[in-house]
């Protein structure tokens, strides 16, 4: 295979294959990634390579353990009553500001991916947290879903902690140094305004039943409930602190010891069933991962990658910024750390010249994208199984359109890099910091007036329907 | 029977999976483990002795990350120099330029210490989802040679697990996997992890040595902006500067880059401000390493030849010319040697304790004659750890 036409056969094959097992034989879509893996294998001469399927799989060895054991949490704090605790209280205490509390829940919600730079541990913990409360405020479970997945996937692309630009830097030279306020300008209006987007609407038209509010274990079993959170909050924060002194216990043993603990604070549960279920939850996404691992390195072991990489960064630069929005994604539903290091490292190099850390910012993001897209869908996949939605496309539709604003936001990050780069590196901070502060002040107000406004609403909608 | 609810399959059907999975684990680990066996290395007339890198600290010992240091060591005493293959385990001119070093080379005055595969632990497994062959032969006169292809990192069986951020020795900050990447764990620390303790005992061999120039060899993607060039620690610019004009005059294109002050725990930044040393880092072009690459084979590690990166030569994408004869790897081991061979010449105008090494294979004698005519036949006697 001396040409580089000819190298697209095997991968146009697993593409073809994978979409006629999935789609036509309705087989799992772990099963046919696999047999698209082999099949693109043999079409490339490598035979049946069991040890580059192997190795594939072993790639993800990392994630599956954080997906099962942050599942198992999760369903431990379920159980235990914590999660209806903590959604009773955050509505009960904010009943009058409405507005307020889809902010700040949305924010909440994003606070674990800030800090594991994971948006499948944000969607299992903060995600889970916040979620019934949102359901209590009528907001409907799809939506609710698609709240936390978004929140899960901006989380994981605010600071401190952003893998995806890390992993770009690291194929660019650049250190990560600089990037905090990038990626807050970038993340958070888009959570503010994703989050009164899907909520707001259902807010307004919905007054709060106190009989549907999730019941609350606090007067049962006191502080005791909220230990595992405690000691989820202490270590993940412990670690990322003091990164040279407390040694890195690794996102899983983190979990595990988290779950463990869980059954001994709140409602009387069988660890062993609740864990066993949760297994049986996250099975089939990591069967997909599983697959995903071995598709990933037969597509580079033929050529396919290549073809696809070379195909995309070599655009011209309007046709460059369709190829971001579009590949990116949509090579992150293979998985969104992959799709940094393999296409958002070229398009750093297409793009040099422009601020590097803007572009890094923004590229990160658009490849958390991939986090929504099918057939892995990290986060719609677990934000479904929070809001217990088997079906997860039905969260991922409500997604569709806060993804869209994402990606062109993002996109228009990059193209005004320039404003951004004389703006956020502004040799003058003290002014920058004052004009930031006023923007957010401005915000806050817009806010509270919206508070206002929803509580008004439904006073009238009330005094109309009585 | 096992549940049935929601299509859960019959005990059998458990057993017949659980079995065949069995089966393919057990040919992967076999396909695996045989990375733990390292292809021999024959040293050349000019080795004087070997040592182990856990001489240098002790931690190290019985672990799978220590090395075999060789020293060649002149009659006549003079300067040392430190040259490091095998950073990266994926970049086979590196390690293959240091075992070049340790067939051929002889000191006649003051000492050359070779490290050939620097990251042992990084030689003994692959990238997953990268597709990379386990081994690559290169042909001698006397048959085809094996080499093994390892990875960027550290066996994750040797070092597991990652950090979600990995803040190295020297207060960088940086993404989890690169805990397992030598060249961010400088200059490393003996209570840290196993790569950070390969860095501290590469550091320590540098003071206890009284290394005076200290050569990091890589390859880079044709894509990535530093490329066929020198980075130097500012101590070391002169004669990184000096080193590319003689280079260029020979026909050989090199550039030279400053070593950032602000991208820390890289080997030419902190050897130079950790040691007393003069660092610099040596960058080939590898297309096996870039993610524009065509299929992933052994035929692309050695030959170098990959359609796609004439394209994107042809698209102005690449800091390197790709034609279609590609970047074999007669050419990247040749400049590498030869790079190193100026670097020393260059070293020895400007101190009277000179390094002096002949038998270095010159880049246009390993183009003329293929690297395989400078290694040792596949069979001579081995050395080593």
Known sequence: MSSPYAEMVPILLMIATFAAMTFAFKLPVSVSLVGAAILGALVAGQGVPLRHLVEGTLGYMDTLLIIATAMVFMRMIQASGLLDTIAHHLITGFESRPASLLVLMMLFAMSAGMITGSSTAAVLTTGAIVAPAFIALGISKNKTGAIIAMAGILGMIAPPVNIPVMIIGGGVDMPYIGFALPLLVLTLPLAVAIVLLLGLKSIRATTIDRSLLPPTYHRQYGWKLYLPLVILVVLIVLERALPSIVPSFGMPLVFMVCALVAPFTGRRMNPLVVARDAIRAALPVMGILAGVGMFLQIMALTGGRGFIVSLLVGLPLGLLYLSIGLSMPLFGAVSAYGSASILGVPFVLALLGTNEIIVASALSLVAAMGDLMPPTALAGLFAAKVVDQPNYTRVLKHCLIPALLTVGVSLGYIATADFWDRFLFWDNRLALYGILLAITAAVAVVILILDRWVIRHRVATGEAQS | ?385
């Open chain 2, 1 to 385: 029977m096992i549940e049935r609810e929601g299509g859960y399959g019959r005990g059998w059907t458990a057993v017949v999976l659980l079995l065949m999975t069995g089966a393919v684990l057990l040919t992967a680990s076999h396909s695996f483990l045989a990375m733990r066996v390292d292809p021999p290395i024959y040293p050349g007339p000019g080795v004087t002795h070997v040592v182990a890198l856990s001489d240098y600290f002790e931690g190290l010992i019985g672990t799978p990350a220590d090395t075999a240091v060789y020293i060649l060591e002149g009659s006549e005493p003079g300067g040392t120099a430190l040259v490091l293959g095998g950073t990266h385990a994926n970049e086979p001119a590196s390690s293959l330029t240091a075992i070049t070093l340790i067939e051929n080379a002889q000191v006649t005055r003051g000492r050359l210490i070779v490290i050939p595969r620097a990251n042992h632990s990084a030689f003994t497994c692959t990238e997953p989802q990268e597709g990379y062959p386990q081994t690559y032969t290169i042909e001698t006169p006397a048959g085809p040679r094996e080499f093994r292809y390892g990875s960027r990192g550290t066996n994750p069986i040797d070092q597991w697990p990652d950090p979600v951020i990995y803040v190295n020795a020297a207060g960088q900050s940086l993404a989890g996997s690169e805990v397992r990447n030598l060249n961010r764990s400088y200059p490393g620390s003996p209570s840290g992890n196993l790569t950070e303790q390969v860095a501290y005992a590469i550091v320590k061999l540098i003071r206890q040595e009284d290394i005076d120039i200290s050569i990091d060899l890589h390859e880079a993607s044709p894509e990535y902006p530093v490329i066929n060039a020198i980075v130097a620690h500012e101590d070391a610019l002169n004669i990184a500067a000096e080193a590319a004009m003689f280079l260029e005059f020979e026909g050989m294109q090199i550039g030279v880059e400053r070593s950032p002050a602000n991208l820390r725990g890289l080997s030419h930044r902190e050897w130079g401000d950790a040691t007393d040393t003069l660092a610099l880092l040596v960058e080939a072009p590898n297309p096996a390493q870039g993610r524009l690459r065509g299929q992933t084979t052994a035929k692309l590690i050695v030959e170098g030849i990959d359609p796609y990166y004439v394209r994107a030569a042809q698209r102005g994408l690449l800091y390197v010319p790709f034609s279609a004869e590609g970047h074999p790897i007669d050419e990247r081991v040749g400049r590498h040697l030869q790079t190193v061979a100026t670097l020393l010449d260059v070293y020895n105008s400007y101190t009277n304790d000179d390094i002096v090494v002949a038998g270095i294979p010159t880049l246009s004698a390993v183009l003329e004659q293929g690297l395989g005519a400078f290694l040792a036949p596949p069979s001579g006697p081995e050395s080593g750890l």
